[in-house]
């Protein structure tokens, strides 16, 4: 991934990525939301803050963790970090067996703390706690009729929603629960908690990633697979497209509040979310990047002498690049992590003088060599521009840039922030086009079905590999038509 | 790297290393110092500031810059990072042309904030400031001698001393400073300022790196290469042992304090000290160390499914071994990034059960499968026995260890952080009873020649290819004999 | 005021108060909350800040500030001081004319940040923001109706419930709000404000303070006449009870909510809530209070050699008790300020062997010497005892203990934290009963009518001088009877 | 005390006393240093934290603690208050049962951490710290010396003088301390500290306070009694001028390193300094202040309707003046507390529409009615008529001024930081035409005699009653001549 709103965003100064561990390969885009549940471990809180850290590449705004005890709630949240958020004694404080947590990037709603999660209600029958990654797209009509009958709301996330039907329902929490989930169009994972029960469920098509794991006899729930690893817990399986499961005191219960409609688990989460050592539909996604990259290689080989990738995002797919072709895989570019809230930005006299903020061509590396430029998408191209003059002012003679994804020419309306289809050079642009407006010597995407056949895994059988490629091929997976186009975003 | 030291650190979470950019690949050791230079820029604290997070991997206890406008000092020290210890207001009341500054992780010395540097002193000719890199193995001696007439010291670190010398000495500042130079025996890089003159010194055996560049008008000196990508430089050389520079309104003047001796630059900034994007003798790290494991590969192959490094300092020689084998590269072991001081670590509970603080194996990718796990030096053993263990745990048949440098005997004199001799396993285990401790199928080690040639660079035909190896093969660049061996470190 | 409550919060290092300007002398007890409301001032944020911190003895828990600038609210809120909860920053980016702030001490609800006012909503018509000073009696019975017909509370704050009664409610803002205050029984001050218009409105008995000044164009609104003088503004009246002013942009329009009942402001407001500097009623507190040390001294005199007070809250009695007698006003007793979240409290030896965290006496001052200690109020009666024991300690010959209100019996129900009855040392001891409990040679308190004609004022000839005396003497203003005494409290 | 010097502080936020009890009554000027030491209790370091921090209206710049544990030193130091440098870990960390404290106010030498005391060095013979209150009037000379022959200098501070002088001596330390204390020349307070002995020694005329109490078998050391309260220790009597104490493992000893001079304490202690709850040379401040004014009502009497003080440091002295005359004495003044680094200042037009940051006059209290105003000293004499002023725009008819002090004249070279001779307004201004500068109707000050008398104590009958009355008279009482008038200061 790299574009103009990133390096935006650094040069601003408000744009960073601590937490991610290794998968530093992968964060360049820091989109949507985490969540992170527990069910029956006594330090719930603090699996929760292991769990959510290693999930921090998924939002960086603000993060919170609600615990119940069973008779009442105790919760903390705030902007910034997991680790900023919490400090010793606010994770003390949060005794309980189950928890929520979350780690937040918004798209939609304002960054206010107000809107971190987990939100919090209180309504007649006691606590609700929710989570959620993802987009309901449905939200404002939702919210407009609530209004309309009196509801007041307190956060400009659409996730309130939820609350609101819940408590107006004359059912019981899960019923309730249900009906609520069945009114709501759009890509999301939830977790919804009471004192007496944990409920999770996903949307209708899987799109945003929610998968289980054990630990002793906990439960555990998570959006991705590495937040188990360093919780020394066990996966389990994927949660299901219309799945909701009930935790309560007698276990785990398997049941569906919608049939299961065609699953369409975002590409995106392969291509660039999610960290390379999550797994994905018992997928690794480091193996996937590689293939990748060596499908890339089959597709559209080009002689040269060193193959780089952009980091971190597409290191994985570089080395798989190199490996099929034999080009040495070498640090053409490097990424100086100027981290956090507190740098301070470089003034304008020094960066027109060649201080770099975010990334550096290695001159040694790269001199007079043929290089193969390996990156994830071109979203406003503007950013790859700069990349391969980056390495054409360190003298490289030739830039050949490869592409691990087809040409990103739709916005997502299931909880990735995209620019308007106006903005997506590939929407107006021809690939020769686009070569030239990056000034590479050449350029080629992977194709929809080489992205496919790399990402194989459990659902390879599946149609489209039961992946969403809707920003690749406008082929969106609900039922919901997006005239207009109203800005995407995501609930979270 | 990959020992007790490390993971002691980490379980008591006052280890951590934020700003190494990409090359968080390499930064697992933190030892030693960094220094970083300015002589003729209007905003010479500014990039210092960004030249010495550049080099925050060589120290992270504490960051200092010192100005001076040609009249005055400006200065500013602090414990913690570089983007900690210095906010806008502070940077900006640095006002001048010429700076030097430090960050350190200390070795000698305790870590007072006193004993941050520079370190500044006023004496009869006006101000003095020192940055200093390295150690001094006959600064005890020295300071006894000067606390017999008279001398007080506001710090524990042997840098002060040079000042006592200097201010002692009846001839003039740079004479004076040849003079003290003279006295001291070890392995330094030094930056001696005044108002009129920066001096730039190293060891006469160049022990520790030490190299200079220029950006625009301006000359620019740095521990490391990489500082001077980030602010946008141009390197011209490295500094010769025995060499001192004068810098002053008559411009650069190259002279020396000694005759050079042997040619011993540290083996380890090859092997994992420096940053991956940083030249050494004319030769970029990264691909020196892809040599280290391509190297290796040829030297003992062994039959194997995944390669995985440890990171971060080991990926690129695990990279050269997989494409001189043909074995694929895979992320089998990822390092959780549990960053910074208010990480908060987990309970003795939560340990048990399997929540990992350093590292993790990814099952999906070792399970079932033969792996050669490349690092770059054992220690004490116990670090590489736990990551075998961790490896073994998540399904790995078989466990294949190889180390991209020679056996670690011998104790470093000469400014990096080790155990007494007799905690080095390698100094009384033969290979086999290593391999036995750390529950490896296999182990194997680089070869002294084969490290030689790995390296390479403009000096590969010097003695041991221009390399201190005494911490292999106990042969010790300088006259001193270490009797009683005390222990060794670093005077910055 | 001088009691165990405070003490303990001193211990426990949660109690301070460094806000409050040269009223120190008044801050003991930090009770209720106070509202700060501008409308037509371009800097409406900034007078909110400097009004807030004169306020900040009313509240020192968190502080927030919601501005309109005709079209959206922004706002903040924080835990802590307002000088911890603002900086500039936060300040510069509230930008609007109108604007309601609050600094809160919670009495009911827990601390949360969550329940920081303003609180702020969104509903049909927009956006609402609240703010409150007091206690609604019947809060828990209109939430849990709100609750049945399917509301959710954010917020453990009664205050909220206004909102859902506007928000349910089909007719306009204003009309909304007037039945919605009709509904409401107790003591409070409300600032209501949408991006239309601002509401201000007292409780029918005019229960707790609320006053209005002019700063140029703008019309002010604050809990104490303290917060006008900070910022230059023009005092001119009282709010009265049950009146409701409405704000927009056709001026100020004024109204009422429901007819007057009993004038009764809060007795204890005069006694110690209120800033010395403040006006109630038209009449200086400094000089009131003064007044009730001079009316003590005609009621009680007792022959003695020097009059103290305990700091800060008695300094002004005890000097008009000092100037009524003749007899000398010394500095007998010091208030040791150690203030803040951050004070490290003495451990259990030092505080053993006489380390003092709140009170010491002046030993040159008070040896051999009787002395007449002057106080506000006496509530547990195990402060009194330990500072008249602190005397004795010192040398006073004898103590003789005069508190400037009458025996406090009796619990609040209109936004003042007391205990409940069965701990108020006067609802079950006798006047010499007391006096043996503290220790004291002779104990006096201040007269009903002696109060009344001290406090004196615009409302001399209202029904017991336009106060509510309820904590002395049982007769609470409000129809609402307060059958097994639920704790007491505030909504704010 | 009053006058441009506080306001500009104010404005610049970068003034302010949170610290002072009580006593915030007389913390107006923040000036000199204080210093705390103890001798034999295990909680060292503690008690040093309470006792400095009833000290801080001494020096609010920085704060620092050494501590001795008979075989090392440990200490912290920081810039800010006692209460921001330390916290409980630092604390905790500083285990001894000797320890030496101080508070600084820097008068010379720069504000840099490096000048905060004690000073902390290591010579010959092992670990030196050093902490001081007042100045060194030949400290430059000697330092010129010290640099000739070599030292070298690490602050800017005065203090450090000594510490070379002590290193360069042949002799033991006792000896070599007294050696160096007959170089000195000046006013100064002395705490010496090594790992056997602590040396307490005050100037040949005791013009610094510094006093000695018990607290168990512990000795304590103060610059203010008010510190021995706070701990529970009992006073037992002040240094002598030119003593000098030794404390070791054979207990006290009392000693002297020359003869006494004429006793000279500083007159300004008395007026404003100290505060109100300390004694100095047997005599409560508050009560001498009462005294002041008392006096001066004999010697000025004026008819008027209220007596007000300008807070904090002229209470004690309005209180005394009302006592005297029956007018009464009320809150005709308020300080806004805008504590703290952190506050916010008010923009420009704020401040011109009327925004007060520092003091306000209380309306309903000066409207109308002719006022005294009773202060400590005229300085400059601007901000004696901002303040007139602000009576007269609250509806003062009449202001009379009336200065406890007699007009000040003379720079002080003794610790107290002074604008130069040519600023102070009294020594180029009649009364009468100070008057009209500064606005009154009529301006009295106290007549030296006065001021004796009403200081009284101990030293009543000696020359001048024991005091330095040099700012009003230009008598100074050492023997340097301060030709061409270089600025005073003090060396802490």
Known sequence: ???????????????????????????????????????????????????LHALQHRGEESAG????????????????????????????????????????????????????????????????????????????????ELEQSGSIFQTTSDTEVIAHLIARSPKDFVEAAKDALQRLVGGFAFLLMTNDKLIVASDPNGLRPLTMARL????????????????????????LPGELLVLDDNGLHEDRYTAPQRKALCAMEYIYFSRPDSDLNGSNLHAARKRMG???????????????GVPDSSISAAIGYAEQTGIPYELGLIKNKYTGRTFIQPSQELR???????????????????????????????TSRRIVNLLRDAGATEVHVRITSPPFKNPCFYGI??????????????????????????????????????????NASDYKGGLCMACFDNDYPTRTSFEGEEKFGCSC
Chains 1, 2, 3, 4 share one sequence.
Not at 23 to 50: M, Q, R
Not at 439 to 450: H, I, Q, T, V
């Open 1 to 51: 991934m790299s574009d103009e709103i990133i390096s935006e965003r650094l040069w601003t100064g408000d744009y960073y990525n601590e937490g991610t561990g290794r998968s530093d390969i992968f964060d360049t885009l820091k989109e949507e939301c985490g969540v992170f549940g527990v069910f029956g471990h006594p330090e719930a809180a603090s699996l929760s803050y292991y769990g």
């Open 65 to 144: 963790i609600c615990v119940s005890n069973g008779e009442e709630f105790n919760y903390h949240r705030g902007m910034g970090l997991v680790k900023e958020v919490f400090d010793r004694d606010k994770l003390m404080s949060l005794r309980g067996e189950r928890s929520i947590g979350h780690v937040r990037y918004s798209t939609s709603g304002d960054s206010r703390l107000t809107n971190a999660q987990p939100l919090v209600f209180k309504y007649r029958d006691g606590d609700l706690a929710v989570a959620t990654n993802g987009n309901i797209v449905n939200a404002p009509q939702i919210r407009r």
């Open 216 to 239: 002793g006899d906990a439960y555990l729930f998570s959006s991705e697979t590495c937040a188990f690893e360093v919780v020394g817990a066990q996966s389990i399986r994927d949660i």
């Open 294 to 308: 060596q499908m890339m290689a089959q597709e559209s080989f080009v002689d040269a002498d060193v193959v780089t």
């Open 352 to 382: 027109e003088q060649g201080v770099k903020m975010k990334l550096s061509a290695v001159r040694r590396v790269v001199e007079g060599k043929r290089v193969v430029m390996i990156d994830d998408s071109i979203v406003r191209g503007t």
């Open 417 to 458: 922030d995209t620019p308007d289809r106006a903005e997506l050079i590939a929407s107006y642009k021809t690939i020769d086009e686009i070569r030239r407006e990056i000034n590479a010597d050449s350029l080629e995407f992977l194709s929809p079905e080489g992205l496919i056949q790399a990402v194989g895994g459990d």
